[in-house]
């Protein structure tokens, strides 16, 4: 017999940048335990993969195309999410970009801050606006996820803007939990670590410099896989978490801590 909490039957999550990488593993967890599931994303091919992908488990599931940087872009889909749905018990505001090329600060371009801001930090507070607007509307609470970065915590060296914004989300969703847990809504942040999705592809196929000196650093000797965030991603959208609110959760395979 399953553990009771961890049912996700007639729940309902939302996950941003889910047609792929860790999103995807996020989803498919998800959907395994029961979650009804919508997911955003700006490639229509990778989207509608991943919707046939997530119908083999059985439930209800749904895609948008959305670009969470365009503001009016996440009140649509939003809206539509719930129309389809019926509501929303879980978000996480997973969508991101990375650096296009390493840069120290003082050659970093005003249009590549501009640019990391507006996905990674302004596209998350959309989002999470419009899932906690309507989640305090609903009065049933809920849980909120932000996928922030080990570079929240740590020196990411050329790459100040893309830490800069994973920082922000951790504080975001410190102060989001702290407002919202009279409505029964928590909120929390991930941090992985080095982790094989598409956006990091270029450094995990044929890059020694990266297998020699950065993956011999990860205690458990691997870089991350999207599946790795499922039980995770599960942990938080249960019932079993009612009372965890404002935590960052790291899942970097202990690198942060050697």
Request: aromatic share 8%.
């Amino acid at each position: 017999m399953s553990y009771k909490a961890f049912d996700l039957t007639g729940k309902v999550s939302l996950v941003t940048g889910g047609n792929s990488g860790i999103g995807l593993g996020m989803a498919e967890a998800l959907a395994q335990a029961g979650a009804g599931i919508c997911i955003w994303g700006t490639n229509e091919a990778k989207n509608a993969a991943a919707l046939k992908h997530l119908g083999q488990f059985g439930t209800k599931v749904h895609a948008i195309r959305c670009d969470v940087s365009d503001e009016a872009a996440v009140e649509r889909s939003f809206a539509e999410t719930v129309k389809v749905m019926g509501h929303v018990d879980n978000c996480v505001a997973n969508a991101g970009v990375s650096g296009k090329g390493a840069a120290p600060i003082h050659e970093l371009a005003t249009d590549e801050w501009r640019r990391m801001m507006g996905v990674n930090l302004d596209g998350a507070f959309y989002t999470l606006r419009a899932a906690s607007r309507h989640m305090v509307e609903r009065g049933k609470g809920g849980s909120l996820v932000a996928m922030s970065s080990s570079a929240a915590i740590e020196g990411a060296a050329r790459n100040s803007h893309y830490g800069a914004t994973k920082g922000a989300l951790c504080a975001m969703i410190r102060a989001i939990a702290v407002e919202l847990a009279r409505y029964r809504i928590r909120a929390n942040s991930v941090l992985p670590g080095w982790i094989e999705t598409p956006m990091t592809e270029r450094l995990f196929q044929n890059n020694k410099p990266f297998e020699e000196k950065v993956l011999p650093r990860v205690p458990v000797r691997r870089g991350g896989v999207g599946a790795d965030f499922g039980p995770l991603a599960v942990y938080l959208a249960s019932d079993a978490t009612a009372y965890t609110t404002g935590q960052n959760f790291v899942v970097d395979g202990g690198y942060t801590i050697f």
